[in-house]
Nanobody, 123 residues
Framework: QVQLVESGGGLVQAGGSLRLSCAASGRTSSRYAMGWFLQAPGKEREFVAAISWSGGRTYYRDSVKGRFTISRDNAKNTVYLQMNSLKPEDTAVYYC????????????????WGQGTQVTVSS
């Protein structure tokens, strides 16, 4: 069983920055990709970014390229999402996913989700 705990969300003005963290514990291996997703009110969960187990490959949705950076510290079983130049349309609950796989630039999530952390960007 994998447990994921996200943190770092909050309220920020447009143009500001936030850094999300996702700490993993339990039956998890660092040799799997991990990802971040968002879910805006009334919408389905959407992919944001993913990172390979080594950290050598990263993947982003088009709308966050150049603004968000995903990274990981395998010694701490933690993945991060640095979010810069935030926009009101980035407002959503952000979820971490563990032990996913990547193929041809697509991240395939597992059923391991955290509880989510709210990010609100005011205009």
């Amino acid at each position: 069983q994998v447990q994921l705990v996200e943190s770092g969300g909050g309220l920020v003005q447009a143009g500001g920055s936030l850094r999300l963290s996702c700490a993993a514990s339990g039956r998890t291996s660092s040799r799997y990709a991990m990802g971040w997703f968002l879910q805006a009110p009334g919408k389905e969960r959407e992919f944001v970014a993913a990172i390979s187990w080594s950290g050598g490959r990263t993947y982003y949705r088009d709308s966050v390229k150049g603004r968000f950076t995903i990274s990981r510290d395998n010694a701490k079983n933690t993945v991060y999402l640095q979010m810069n130049s935030l926009k009101p349309e980035d407002t959503a609950v952000y979820y971490c996913n563990a032990d996913g796989t990547t193929y041809s630039g697509t991240y395939y999530p597992t059923d391991y989700w955290g509880q989510g952390t709210q990010v609100t960007v005011s205009s």
